[in-house]
């Protein structure tokens, strides 16, 4: 089971509360930089290990959060094999990764393959008969608000000081909204495709930066081309 699994969604907590945990446990970070775009395949985990390892081999002291949970796929870009991880009661340990980097992914697993995740409303799943929340089940899907996997991650994982924080999201504009609920942004780097929908979808992106107060410091077209070794030209992917 993922070291995740045991969050339950956090509809009942104060957001407030959430927000100043969060603060506290990230007190340490410099910067948190956000990775965000409307649809999956740009290259959006590609670019958060390239920022991560330049940043390292610069000297800077950084943390990613694989914020991703169903498709992770940083650990594995950063070469990062799977290891046995156990949960934590105070706090979850990051993986150290290559350049001194500290990585926090669904990667680390208890043993054994993890359930599939199953995403729920981000409110209390309540049951039938006490009105108590009703506790994951270890043996199925592990159902968790995707508001709450992140809580957890950004309220309970141990990075210490750091300089900067890279969190890879999950595909969607809402999970930059989820995110910015909880943690005050230094950044967000959007990605798109050279399309017109990609395109669209970024100037939504952006009116959402601005709306949750989360500066949008670049856009990253990826996919724009590609060398043509015979013309000696970048010729367009995208009509």
């Known amino acids: 089971m993922r070291i995740f699994s045991d969050i339950d969604n956090d509809g009942s907590v104060d957001p407030a509360g959430v927000r100043d945990r969060i603060r506290i446990n990230l007190s340490g970070v410099g910067a948190t930089i956000a990775l965000a775009s409307a649809r999956g395949g740009v290259g959006k985990s ?23 949970l169903n498709s992770p796929s940083v650990a594995a870009m950063l070469g990062m094999k799977p290891q046995r991880r156990y949960p934590m009661i105070e706090g979850i340990e990051p993986v150290a990764g290559p350049h001194g980097l500290r990585v926090v992914s669904s990667d680390q697993l208890s043993g054994g393959e ?39 991650m950004l309220g309970q ?10 969190i890879d999201l999950a595909t969607g504009l809402d999970r930059l909204h989820a995110l910015a609920s909880m943690v005050a942004l230094d950044g967000v780097v959007l990605l798109t495709h050279p399309s017109a929908q990609d395109t669209s979808a970024a100037r939504q992106a952006m009116k959402i930066g601005r709306a ?7 856009i990253v077209e990826n996919m724009a081309g590609f060398n043509c070794d015979g013309c000696r030209a970048v010729r367009p992917l995208w009509p």
């Open 157 to 166: 994982s141990q990075f210490g000081a750091v300089d900067l924080l890279i």
């Open 212 to 218: 949750i107060g989360a500066p949008i410091v670049g």
């Open 46 to 68: 590609m670019l958060a290990v390239n920022i991560a390892a330049a940043a390292a081999m610069k000297g800077r002291k950084v943390a990613i959060i694989d914020a991703d």
């Open 114 to 152: 993890p359930p599939p995740i199953s995403f729920v409303q981000d409110h209390d799943q309540i049951d039938g008969n006490g009105g108590e929340p009703v506790a994951p089940a270890s043996t199925g899907p592990v159902e968790l608000s995707y508001r709450g996997a992140l809580s957890r």
